[in-house]
C-alpha cells in the first residue's frame, strides 16, 4: 500500500458523483475551489476536526443537514471524499473482543435457540461469556467494525482551507482526465520528467517541436485509443497532472468522456493544483558528483541540468541528455553530456547508433568501464564522442574531450 | 512481412510497400508509422491472411510470459456431465469455440467451464466479478486440476496456465497478459457489453471464448448490449431456463407473493414523493421513450425538479424498504421456517443490519470481511447458523448450498437481480421443494416490479395474503 501522500499527489480523482464540470458549448468547465471558498471551507476542516475519537456515522448525521445551507452544496461532497479518505479509523475494537470473533459467537449462539425467532436471552448470555456488561453493548461491539462505527483516530489536522481548495481543484481535474483516452500537453522546460512518467505507464507519446517557439507539443495515448474512446488509460493519464506544476510554461488539452458527452478539458500553467514531490535534481549520484566538480570551470562554461531534448533529424526521436555545457561568450559552442552508468547491451549499441545517426557531432556518451565486455569496448573505442569512467566521470577528461571537439570544429 | 502484440494491439509490419490487401481491422497508426488492429481480432487476421497466401511470421506469441507452453491437458480428473451440459458444450465447439452458454443459477455452469478447459487444453484465463467468487472458482478448480492455478486480484498476481483473475485486475493487468492465453472464460458475462470492461476482451488474443450467465442482456431491452456482448464473446449457443430444469435437475419450488399495507404515516409520504417522482419520470418516458436507469439518472441530475425527483425516489425505496407491516410478516416467516434453511434478501445494507441486530441473524454484507463471510457461508453450510440476511452479496456467482427458503423483502435491480437471487435456493436435493416469499407493498411501485419480475421466468403458483 502506497503512503496516503503519495496517493494523494499521484492520483485522486473524484468520484462521478462529485465530478463538478459542466460541458459548455464543447468546453469542460471544471467548478474549481476558489478564494471565495476559503470561508466555508475552513468552517467545515474545522468542524470536521473536532469529530476526532467520534465515528463516522455521528460524523455524516452532523453534516448531513448543514450542506447547501452553511457549505456550498454541490462542492462540499468532495471535501468530505478527500477528508474522509485522509483520516484514519480504529480498528473497531470495543469491549475487548473482536467484533468478528463476537459476532460468530452472537449468530452461532441464536441459531440453537429455541426461541423463535432468537431473544435477548441469547445477547445475556453472549455478554456473560464475554464480561460485557449491558446486552446493548453486545450489538454495539458486535458491528463497531463496520465503516461507518469505527472511531476517526488520525485526522489532517495540519489542513488548511488554502491546501484543501488546492487539493480539490486536483482530484476534479484528475477526475476529469481519467475519463479521457489521450492528452496533448504543450510545454517548455522540465518535460523530462513528463514524458518518462508517460513511457513508465506504457503509454505512447508522441514529442514534436512547435515551430514558432521552443515549446514542445507531446500527444500521451494508448494504443487502444486509435480504436476509439476508451478509459483504460484514464489512470495512467491523470497521473500526470502533478507532474505538469513543474513545467515552466504548460497547456494540456484532453477530449473527456462525462456523462455520456464528450468535451474538451483545458488547463495551463496557473491552474492551482499541488504539484507531485519536487523531482530529484540528479538521477544518480555519479551525475550529482559530476555537477559538483565541474565548478573549476564555471568561469568560462555554463552546466545545465536536463536540457530541453534534441531531436534527431530525420527521425521521429527524441534524445534526452542529461546535461549541456555551454560557453558562457560563445552561446553556440554547446556540448551535451550523457552519463550511461547502467546498461544493457542492447540499449548501448541503439545509444551509440542514434549517436552516430546524429548530424552534429556535440553528444558526449560517459561509459562505466567497470561494466562493459571487451568486445562493445572495443567497438566504442572507435567512437570519437564515447568517454570511458570507472566509478565518477572525470571532468576534466570530459572538458578536454570538448576542447578537442571544439578545435576540431573550428578548423 | 509480420505482425506482433502490442499493449492490447496488433501491429503489422515489415510491409516494405508491398501490395497486398490488408485483413480487415488494420488502421493506419500515424504515431508509430505502422498499421495497428485490436488483439481480439488475432484469429480473423491469421486465417484471412492465410487464405490470401500471404507470407507472414507470426510473432504475437514470442514474447508472452511462459505459462507452461505444453498446455495443462492430462492434469484433470474426469467429471461426469448431464446430458443438457455435454449438449452445450457441443453446440459451443460448432461455433468455432466463441459463445455464451445461459444456464440458472446451480445448474453447472462452473463444472461446464472446467470440463471446456479441460478439454481443450489450452492455457485459459478465468474472469469473475467478485474476490469471493475469485477464492470459489479457485476452489473449484483445485478440486479438479493438479497443475499449479495462477490468480490475479485479492492481493494475488501469479500467472500460471490456468489463471483465475477478477474483472478489475484482470482490467490493471490486459496490457501485459492480452496474449498469454489462448481461452477466455467469462463467469457472469452479462456485466460485459455495456462498454465499462468491454476492453479486457478487446486487448486479448485467445480465439476461444466462452461466456456464463444465468441473466443474458435481452435483445429486445438492451439490443446494443447484447450486440457488443456477441463481438466480444459470441453469440448464445444454448440457453435453459430455470423452469426447463425445475424438478429434475433444479429442485421444485412454490412462489408466494405476499402483500402487506402501508401505514396511513407511511402512506402519506409515500404519496407526496411518489408525485414527485412521477412528474419528471413521466416527461423523460415523453422524451426518451426506450432509456435505461442511467439515462434517467442523467436527464433528472440536469434540473433542479429531476434532482428532486431522485432525492424523493430514494425516500420512497427507503419507505417500501422498511415498511412496519413487513417486518410483522418477517417475525411471522422466520418463526415458522426456524428450522430450515432461510436467505433473507433486502434492498439496501440499512435493513440488512436492522435486521440482523433485531432478529439475530448474520448479515453477509461487503462490510463483512471476505474471510468472515466464507467462514459464515461454511457454518450455514454445516448448518450452525441457517438464516443468512443479504443485500447484494448474495445476489450473484456464491455458492449457498442446501438453502430451502428465501424471504425477497425489496431489491433495485430488477429481473435480472431477482433471477439470480432466486437461483441460490434451487440447488437440487433428494425430496427439497423450495419456498419463496415475495413481500410486496400493496398500492405502490412494487406491485408492477413484482409483476415484471414474475413474468421473466413465467412461475405458476401465485398467492396472497
Known sequence: MLPQSLLLCNYYPTAPQHCNGQIVKWEIVPQYFTERDYPWLSQLIEEYLRFKGQTRRRVVEHFRGKTGTIFEKKKCGLVFHLLHRMSEDDNGIKQGVKPSKLRAQLFEEAATSVLRPASSSVLSSIARQNKIESVTEVLEAAFSDLPLERRLVKMPESMTSQKMALLCNLSLIQGIVSRSSQVEIKAFGSVRRVIRQ?????????????RSSDNLIIRVSGPLSLFGHTQIYGRSLAELIPLLPWCELFKLSAICRIRGRDGLLQIKTGVSIPPASEPKQFDSTTEAQFAINFNPYMADWELIREPEPICLKGTNTLVFPDFMIR?????????FVEIIGFWTPEYLSRKTEQVKKMEISNMILCVDEVLICEDSKASLELSNTVIFYKRKVKVADVM??????SSNRFE | MQFFYDRGTLVLSGLNDQAIDLPQGFIWDSRVQSYRAPALLYHQIRKELKTNQIQFDDLVHSNRPDVGREGNSGKWRTTQLRPYQETAIDLWEKNSC?????????????????????????????????????????????????????????????????????????????????????????????????????????????????????????SYSSGDVANRLECLIGPIVFELSIEDLTGSYLADYDYYTLHIDLTPEEKAHYQIDIEVYRVV????????????????VRFASRSEEGRKALTAFHRVKKILASAKEKFQILNTLISRHWDQKLLIFTADTETTYHIS???????????????????????????????????????????????????????????????????????????????IYELVCRGTIEVNQSKNRRRAFASPITSSL
Open chain 1, 327 to 335: 560557453h558562457r561568450r560563445n552561446q553556440k559552442l554547446k556540448f
Open chain 2, 357 to 435: 441486530k433485531n432478529y439475530l441473524i448474520m448479515p453477509i454484507t461487503s462490510e463483512i470481511g471476505r474471510k468472515e463471510r466464507e467462514a459464515m457461508i461454511r457454518s450455514y453450510r454445516e448448518g450452525r447458523i441457517r438464516t443468512l440476511v443479504s443485500c447484494r452479496v448474495l445476489n450473484e456467482g456464491i455458492d449457498v448450498p442446501d438453502a430451502e427458503v428465501a424471504i425477497i423483502m425489496g431489491g433495485n435491480h430488477g429481473t435480472r437481480e431477482h433471477i439470480q437471487r432466486i437461483g441460490r435456493i434451487l440447488r437440487p436435493k433428494p425430496g427439497k421443494r423450495a419456498i
Open chain 2, 281 to 296: 419520470f413521466n416527461s423523460f418516458r415523453t422524451s426518451c421513450p426506450m432509456g435505461n436507469y442511467l439515462d434517467w
Open chain 1, 198 to 210: 508517460a513511457k513508465l505507464r506504457k503509454l505512447l507519446c508522441q514529442v514534436e517541436n512547435q
Open chain 2, 98 to 218: 466463441q459463445g455464451i452458454v445461459v444456464l440458472p443459477t446451480g445448474a453447472g455452469k462452473t463444472c461446464l467451464a472446467l470440463s471446456v478447459i479441460a478439454k481443450t487444453g489450452k492455457p485459459t484465463l478465468c474472469l469473475v466479478p467478485t474476490r469471493a467468487l475469485l477464492e470459489q472458482w479457485h476452489q473449484e478448480i483445485r478440486q479438479r486440476y493438479c497443475g499449479p492455478i495462477g490468480l490475479l486480484g485479492d492481493g494475488s498476481r501469479t500467472i500460471e496456465t490456468i489463471t483465475v483473475s477478477t474483472y478489475e485486475s484482470a482490467y490493471r493487468r490486459v496490457v501485459d497478459i492480452g496474449n498469454t492465453f489462448d481461452m477466455i472464460v467469462v463467469d457472469e458475462c452479462h456485466h460485459f457489453g455495456c462498454g465499462i470492461r468491454d476492453e479486457i476482451l478487446k486487448m486479448c488474443t485467445a480465439g476461444l471464448r466462452l461466456g456464463l450467465t444465468a441473466t443474458p442482456p435481452s
Open chain 1, 400 to 405: 578536454s574531450k570538448i576542447i578537442q571537439l
